[in-house]
T-cell receptor, first 114, second 114 residues
Framework: AQSVSQHNHHVILSEAASLELGCNYSYGGTVNLFWYVQYPGQHLQLLLKYFSGDPLVKGIKGFEAEFIKSKFSFNLRKPSVQWSDTAEYFC????????????FGSGTRLQVQP | DGGITQSPKYLFRKEGQNVTLSCEQNLNHDAMYWYRQDPGQGLRLIYYSQIVNDFQKGDIAEGYSVSREKKESFPLTVTSAQKNPTAFYLCASPPNGQGNTEAFFGQGTRLTVV
């Protein structure tokens, strides 16, 4: 069965600091990878996704993620965070099997201090 | 306005009672899912339905039941057999098509057992 690990549970940064959130998955075959964000009181929104092609994907709001197949990783990055980036971030994977539902990591709560 | 609508937003239940959470979509999507979100555990899949009149157990189906009599609707019943039902419940649905595994989410229902 596929699983997703997010090792940073709570991250606190100052504005303008750089961000990297770790995500590792366990599945040896072809995968689709996602990062979702949940702002306080709002529903989950897709930040970016990787299906195939260029392993460096760019998403909304200046976020990007790099798929490294050899490391089973899909880390999320942003060069300079803003206070408005305060939210919970979820990495998710779908292993292109018959079950199309996503498997999520436990989430990382990001707090950006002004 | 197209989307996924969950109701109610907040729900209180007495121990030993069954309760049903509503999820409706007007996106003409075939598949619909139910997730449960707990602090520090991310989202876990309860049930999923790839097509009307068909549904499958997810990773934590015990104590839950669903039906899929209409394409637009996928209600979730939390039964008295669910040992720890207090949680945030999210309904999701991906666009149709083989490659489209990203999901759109509803606003969620917060269930509290009192």
């Amino acid at each position: 069965a596929q699983s997703v690990s997010q090792h940073n549970h709570h991250v606190i940064l100052s504005e303008a600091a750089s961000l990297e959130l770790g995500c590792n998955y366990s599945y040896g075959g072809t995968v689709n990878l996602f990062w979702y964000v949940q702002y306080p009181g709002q529903h989950l929104q897709l930040l970016l996704k990787y299906f195939s092609g260029d392993p460096l994907v760019k998403g909304i709001k200046g976020f990007e993620a790099e798929f490294i197949k050899s490391k089973f990783s899909f880390n999320l990055r942003k060069p300079s965070v803003q206070w408005s980036d305060t939210a919970e971030y979820f990495c998710a994977v779908n292993a292109n099997t018959g079950r199309r539902a996503l498997t999520f990591g436990s989430g990382t709560r990001l707090q950006v201090q002004p | 306005d197209g989307g996924i609508t969950q109701s109610p937003k907040y729900l209180f239940r007495k121990e030993g009672q069954n309760v049903t959470l509503s999820c409706e979509q007007n996106l003409n999507h075939d598949a619909m899912y139910w997730y449960r979100q707990d602090p520090g555990q991310g989202l876990r899949l309860i049930y999923y339905s790839q097509i009307v009149n068909d549904f499958q157990k997810g990773d934590i189906a015990e104590g839950y039941s669903v039906s899929r009599e209409k394409k637009e609707s996928f209600p979730l019943t939390v039964t008295s057999a669910q040992k720890n039902p207090t949680a945030f419940y999210l309904c999701a649905s991906p666009p149709n098509g083989q490659g489209n595994t990203e999901a759109f989410f509803g606003q969620g229902t917060r269930l509290t057992v009192v």
